[in-house]
């Protein structure tokens, strides 16, 4: 059939697309960062690394990147503690409304992640639902500062990756064998021995593959930061995006964009790393 | 050992309560007859909804997106749907090495492509307009279209196309009439999620819009930004009932954690 050779003609479209729109672009930024800036601000064409040595010799990238890797590492711990716990619920579960749970438990990926932040405002804000319900009880006086600072990101952060971490874990599920636990529980074995010797065992990849997408979720997150943090919080991110459009500093936004994103990938592959090592 | 247990199904539910409470609180507060985000509202109103209304900003930015939402949908179809053809029907050399090419977006964190957007944009004149966010937002859709109707039409039993070639059709009349009806299903969920992509898109919006062009994602995070009143939460309310009837259908159709997930 002549029609099946020209088959691969239909991926010419999306092919140019990509490769204007997206290669071309990402080419463009790696160029960026070899620029230099110049005295007044303005940006020098050149190839020169100057721009990487101030930025490395900045101690606020030191302490950008510190505070990344802290909350990544806080907010997936968080959330995987929480999504580990509703993925088994879902993936044991019988009841005849599993599906709907399911698409519950993924529901907060759909809404807009304006619409969430806001939400957090409302509940942890001053006169929001936690200090106001405190308050009421007579726990507290004044109310607690919940958001606009670390604590509010870090909450927010780790609601809005469950989704994606829950959906992990589901997957790895997939290869857990149910007949092992009831052997276990047969032969005299607790609940909680099972789940310890067993259940949990053979999902620890899956738990690595969770984490790894947690962690570079909440590295590359912009929105939450931005408006938990109240200017507040200064990670990688936010400060990518303050160099790129308040300051106009391409430059050392393509540098730090770089970094990240070599950092992003060296977590990627311990985190599959790990997850081959538990599966043997 | 049948069913989750009951330690277990309770501590999900609790899990349940704070994965939904954001959303909760936001319907009540649109609700609210205070002036400042006051949680539980000392009364109750419609007033953000009228203010809504007559929020002139608001409504400009929520047309705009509407309108980049659907040209993003067409060409992201246009464009998605062929290539996801070749490569779920195609035997040839390289496939597996293009299948990551063009599924690479949907892994690099948007905030790199809006950067990378934002460098390439800038001198051409492309930021804050329309075709503009129609290709910055088509970065993630077209990808996620391939990867979606890839599986989609992977997954169609190839019989009934082999019966229609058998019967003498030629391979674009059984693509036109066999395999295309079949996977209609498929096609219309994944217009669905490709429209809320776009219309959700806030990061990569954010780095190319400006005030001549601004999309509702953008006008809302400037507006929490700058202001607390209860009028984003009534807007909210609006795009969740929005949200929720894409989601029925797509549930409908093809599943949603399916259609998300891989």
């Known amino acids: 059939m002549t029609a099946s050779r020209r088959l691969p003609l239909l991926l010419i479209p999306a092919t140019l697309f990509l490769l204007v729109v997206y290669v071309w672009p990402s080419l463009g930024l790696f160029r960026n960062a070899f620029n230099e800036v110049g005295p007044t601000g303005a940006m020098v064409e050149a190839w020169s690394l100057e721009t990487w040595r101030v930025t490395f010799h900045d101690s606020f990238t030191f302490e950008l990147t510190l505070n990344s890797l802290w909350l990544s590492a806080v907010s997936t711990l968080i959330a995987l503690c929480l999504a580990y716990p509703v993925s ?6 019988d009841s005849r409304f599993r599906g709907l749970l399911a698409v519950v438990a993924i529901l907060p990926m759909l809404v ?10 409302a509940i942890l804000g001053d006169r929001g639902l936690v200090n106001t319900t405190l308050q009421s009880l007579g726990l ?5 500062k919940l958001v606009f600072n670390w604590t509010g990101v870090t909450i927010g952060l780790a609601e809005s990756i469950m989704p994606y971490m829950i959906l992990a874990l589901l997957a790895g599920f ?8 009831e052997a276990a529980r047969s032969l005299g074995a607790s609940p909680f021995r099972t789940f310890r010797r067993v259940t949990l065992p053979l999902s620890l990849p899956a738990i690595a593959l969770a984490a790894g997408l947690g962690f570079v979720l909440s590295m590359s997150a912009y929105i939450t930061p931005k408006l938990l943090g109240g200017g507040r919080v200064f990670v990688l991110a936010t400060e990518i995006f303050e160099q790129a459009t308040t300051n106009t500093n391409w430059p050392v936004a393509a540098v730090l964009a770089i ?4 950092l992003l990938l060296a977590l990627l ?12 | 050992m049948t069913g989750a247990g009951r330690v277990l199904s309770s501590f999900a539910a609790l899990v349940y309560a704070m994965i939904l409470s954001p959303i909760v609180v936001v319907v009540m507060l649109s609700f609210s007859a205070d002036n400042f985000i006051v949680f539980p509202p000392s009364g109750y109103s419609l007033r953000w909804f009228q203010q809504l209304v007559g929020n002139g900003p608001l409504l400009a930015a929520l047309w705009l997106s509407v309108q980049v939402a659907a040209v993003v949908t067409l060409l992201s179809l246009a464009v998605g749907v ?15 090495a293009l299948t990551s090419f063009f599924l690479a977006p949907l892994l690099l964190p948007t905030l790199i492509t809006g950067l990378a957007l934002l460098l390439f944009f800038s001198p051409l004149k492309l930021t804050a307009t329309l075709p503009g966010l129609v290709l910055g937002h088509m970065t993630v859709t077209v990808p996620f279209v391939i990867r979606m109707m890839t599986t989609a039409l992977a997954n169609l039993p190839d019989d009934i196309e082999a019966a229609a070639a058998t019967l003498g059709a030629t391979p674009w009349r059984v693509v036109r009439r066999v395999t295309l009806p079949l996977a209609t299903p498929g096609l219309i969920a994944c217009a669905c ?53 894409v989601v029925l259908v797509v549930e409908r159709l093809v599943g949603v954690a399916r259609a998300v997930g891989k």
């Open chain 1, 88 to 93: 088994l619920f879902l993936f044991r579960t």
């Open chain 2, 193 to 245: 999620l490709s429209f809320l992509l776009s219309f959700d898109e806030t990061v990569i919006s954010l780095f190319i819009a400006g005030p001549r062009a601004s999309t509702l994602p953008v006008e809302m995070v400037r507006y929490v930004e700058g202001r607390t009143d209860p009028l984003i939460a009534a807007l909210s309310v609006v795009l969740i009932v929005a949200t929720l009837a």
């Open chain 1, 174 to 181: 997939g290869r857990l064998d149910r007949t092992l636990e």
């Open chain 1, 140 to 144: 507290i006086s004044a109310p607690l």
């Open chain 2, 82 to 96: 062929p290539a996801a053809l070749a490569l779920a029907k195609g035997r040839f050399a390289g496939k597996a």
């Open chain 1, 259 to 262: 970094y990240t994103l070599v």
């Open chain 1, 269 to 280: 592959v311990v985190s599959n790393l790990v997850a081959r090592r538990l599966q043997r």
């Open chain 1, 112 to 121: 807009s992640g304006v619409v969430r932040v806001f939400g957090w405002l």
